[in-house]
């Protein structure tokens, strides 16, 4: 199965920006990926009755003996909430160059994600 690219993105200014005008479903099957940059942070708004949790996955290890580095749990986002996730390191850098964010905790009725550039 193929994760979902979210591929909207804007960067924010002094003016802001409004960030559920760039959003896209999230995907609580196969996932979600978004291209990776040093400065980038992902809005979440979960419009559901109940909280969803992303988790964003590390493909990498550390020392001689592989160890891997543990996926990073994020903060479960409460219905009607909405969380800001990032940046994020290199660590986070999957080999297509993407971020893998999976959910958990809901089936999804209206949770919006959006790609803003810092």
Avoid: C
């Amino acid at each position: 199965m193929a994760r979902t690219a979210i591929t909207a993105s804007t960067t924010l200014t002094e003016a802001g920006i409004d960030p559920t005008a760039v959003d896209a479903a999230i995907d609580t099957v196969d996932g979600n990926s978004f291209p990776w940059r040093e400065h980038r942070l992902l809005f979440v708004l979960n419009g559901d009755d109940a909280s969803v949790t992303p988790t964003f996955l590390t493909p990498g290890t550390v020392g001689r003996q592989a160890l891997a580095i543990p996926d990073f749990a994020g903060n479960a986002i409460p219905a009607a909430g909405y969380k800001i996730f990032g940046p994020f390191g290199p660590e986070f850098r999957q080999a297509d160059g993407s971020v893998y964010v999976n959910w958990a905790g809901t089936t999804p009725a209206s949770i919006t994600a959006a790609v803003l550039d810092a």
